[in-house]
């Protein structure tokens, strides 16, 4: 069946707002109306009178919506041929009523922009042919290398006036509160200062191919640089929480066979206590022979580190060394492993997760693709979400793949609002708690009379969001566009993902900040499985799988989980059905270009052997 089917609903959002303001300017036309009977002519009085009347009808009538589908998509922004497909209400064969889905499948899912080369299951594998490695990705063209890369912030939004004009110390520093400034690396230094840290540690420390790089540092240029030259030299990074203690690092560290670690001056300082706990000193496996510093570093740690026997070099060190000559790149395969990302450690010690170049470009590639996101070398971002895992990652590769900018956050993610109103970032990234931080502020704001306006405002817009009925555009101008300014003011979209998020926080953001994106995934997956697309105004759900993807519902017996229809079982599962004690759903099956491999398993993994462990 074709068509587009309008939704039956009753026009029900003027609130008191709106109505107040139509009737005043019905009081104002009236007023109009009866100087020009008394005047007999239209005096500047009348003329005044009667625009002032028609602005505010129209403020107060006008009606701002979108057209749309039955299945509520956006009719506007739906991508393929609008309107020819629509979800209809059926029952299925044992009498339960299910949503089926009437058109063509491409109206749906919306075409992929580009040219994705696809698998012979007919999974989107990359967005090129000449793409196939993280290598590829930033390194595999030239087109951005003038352009700005990487921000790092240069002054702190509020900082000490400890120096006077001329130049003696100031003995009253003054707290100056101004708005920071980020400088920037290009894509072309970028890529060279990559290249030079990996030309030393090639041929001062005699790193090889696929020896391990632990990163234990928070969000920065010199984190990217140091992945970015495991990227050109075909060394695997392995991602160590800068807010990890000695404890927790030091498993990391010997359990990958890390032979590289690089850090940040706060986590260098903790390195000589992570290296003397037995976990890493009892590991057979454990390989440390290089500590890279990020900033000053300091000569005690460094002292303490030699004569533990270890080579210690600070990143400037390394990039002055070879700022000019560098070893020719040796990318890797598709295949090899890109990074070794540890997991939280919720059901026993942490298990690191192998993800190969293959993995993450498939699901880089549908950041790039996907056709509510089309990120652009017009895009910023600001990273503030830790590195160290799959999410941010992804968010800072694929925006560096088309030649983005992306800016670190001045102190991390607790002073964001000073860094977004200077930066003004096209896109937003958060896990559920941060935008529940955003609405939680914006409501401390509004009291009194400002309340009574906001929750008008979201009573409004939600009702047209969940039934099209249309809203006034006073709601835009009044609220929402001091609301949108929270972020910088030019956001397209925001992306959620990492945990789920609750139904009154996902409308707040899709009313006072901007279109959402919401998202399914692990760090086996290379992060996302599944994207909401911008044209499907519903909540409550985490989108279509993404086309690099396969997604199943897998029975589980055992606890009574089945995913089919009762029709297709028999013996003790139909009994459970008769029973009444099945449950609808199932244990969820990814499988795809964008999944990993497995766990690394020193015993198994290791260029060194270690203690076996997943």
Known sequence: QAGVFAHSCRRTEMSFIPHAIA???????????????????????????????????????????????????????????????????????????????????????????????????????????????????????EEFDAEEALGRCARQHTFKDHTLPDGKPNPKPAVIDVPGSWEFVSYGDMKQQARALGTCLRRDFGIGQKEKMAIWASNSVDWVLSDLACAAYNFTSVSVYDTLGPDAASYIVADSGAQVLCCEDKCFKRVPAALKDEIYSKNPGADLKVVVYFGKGDDATKATLEAMGLKVISLAEALAKYKTDVDADTPPEASDVATIMYTSGTTGMPKGVMLQHLNIVATVSLMVLHPSITLTNEDVHLSYLPLAHIFERQNVYAGLSVGARAYFASQGAKFLLPDLSVIRPTIFAGVPKVYENVRDAVKRKMTGFKKTLFESAMKAKIADLETGCGYSPIWDKLIFSKTTAALGGRVRFCVTGGAPISKETLQFVQCALSEVIQGYGATETSA????????????????????????????????????????????????IFDAGKNKSGGEVWIGGAGVSPGYYDPAANGLKEGVASN
């Open 528 to 575: 996302a499985s599944s994207l909401t697309c911008g044209f499907d105004l519903r909540v409550g759900h985490v989108g279509p799988p993404l086309p690099t993807v396969f997604i199943r519902l897998a029975d589980v017996p055992d606890m009574n989980y089945f995913s089919g229809p009762v029709s297709q079982y028999e013996g003790k599962q139909k009994a």
């Open 23 to 141: 009737g005043a300017g019905a009081a104002v036309g009236s007023v109009s109306v009866g100087l020009f009977q008394a005047s007999g002519e239209p005096t500047p009085l009348v003329g005044i009178t009667g625009v002032v009347a028609v602005v505010l009808l129209y403020v107060g009538l006008a009606r701002k919506s979108v057209p749309r589908g039955r299945s509520g998509f956006d009719l506007e922004t739906q991508s393929g041929e609008k309107g020819q497909g629509f979800f209809e209400d059926e029952k299925d064969a044992d009498g339960n009523v299910v949503s089926v889905y009437r058109g063509p499948k491409h109206a749906f899912a919306g075409p992929l922009s580009g040219t994705p080369v696809k698998h012979e299951s007919g999974l989107v594998t990359s967005m090129s042919t000449t793409t196939r490695t993280t290598y590829d990705l930033i390194f595999g063209t």
